[in-house]
T-cell receptor
Framework: KNQVEQSPQSLIILEGKNCTLQ??????????LRWYKQDTGRGPVSLTIMTFSENTKSNGRYTATLDADTKQSSLHITASQLSDSASYICVVSPSGYALNFGKGTSLLVTP | NAGVMQNPRHLVRRRGQEARLRCSPMKGHSHVYWYRQLPEEGLKFMVYLQKENIIDESGMPKERFSAEFPKEGPSILRIQQVVRGDSAAYFC??????????????FGPGTRLTVL
């Protein structure tokens, strides 16, 4: 069964600190892995997308890593800001348009 | 260029009523996807449509649910005889071009359906 597991479920950090979110998946075959940010009451917005051959990709203060051998990915947020408070969703695509969503990590950045 | 639009944003229905959710994809996009997000769960695929065609409805319940994307107008997700278990956030996403795993799907803000 294709599954995407994320940890931690929730996280609270102080503004300015860094954090790392984890994603493990069992989706097979594998085409690409995406990280989305979902603000409360909004739809998900894409942060990064990585294919099998890519092991790191950055988007501003967000850096995603991928280890396709161990089927693990991480999202590192540097110098967090209050606006980073959101749910971060790991999404794995086996092929075509199919997307398998994790439940997300809820991040709260406090002053 | 407006993003994906969904309406209504919030919808309250009593058990047994019908719910109609609308999605207008981004301009120029001809591929529409519907997803459902139950409380504390990840988004789950429901249906994939192109103009006037249902491509894949494998994620949609066999009964009471239907979807369409007519030649003109928005895509509609219709839920007949709603039950409390239908309470969820329903998201629409769209992309242009041929369907491939590299096409970024742009999501709408969602419709939050509450069944009383």
């Amino acid at each position: 069964k294709n599954q995407v597991e994320q940890s931690p479920q929730s996280l609270i950090i102080l503004e300015g600190k860094n954090c790392t979110l984890q994603c493990n998946y069992t989706v097979s075959p594998f085409s690409n892995l995406r990280w989305y940010k979902q603000d409360t009451g909004r739809g998900p917005v894409s942060l990064t997308i990585m294919t099998f051959s890519e092991n790191t990709k950055s988007n501003g203060r967000y850096t995603a890593t991928l280890d396709a051998d161990t089927k693990q990915s991480s999202l590192h947020i540097t110098a967090s800001q209050l606006s980073d408070s959101a749910s971060y969703i790991c999404v794995v695509s086996p092929s075509g348009y199919a997307l398998n969503f994790g439940k997300g990590t809820s991040l709260l950045v406090t002053p | 260029n407006a993003g994906v639009m969904q309406n209504p944003r919030h919808l309250v229905r009593r058990r047994g009523q019908e719910a109609r959710l609308r999605c207008s994809p981004m301009k120029g996009h001809s591929h529409v996807y519907w997803y459902r997000q139950l409380p504390e769960e990840g988004l789950k695929f429901m249906v994939y449509l192109q103009k006037e065609n249902i491509i894949d409805e494998s994620g949609m319940p066999k009964e009471r649910f239907s979807a369409e994307f007519p030649k003109e107008g928005p895509s509609i997700l219709r839920i007949q005889q709603v039950v409390r278990g239908d309470s969820a956030a329903y998201f629409c996403a769209s992309h242009g071009g041929a369907a491939s795993s590299y096409n970024e799907q742009f999501f709408g803000p969602g419709t939050r359906l509450t069944v009383l």
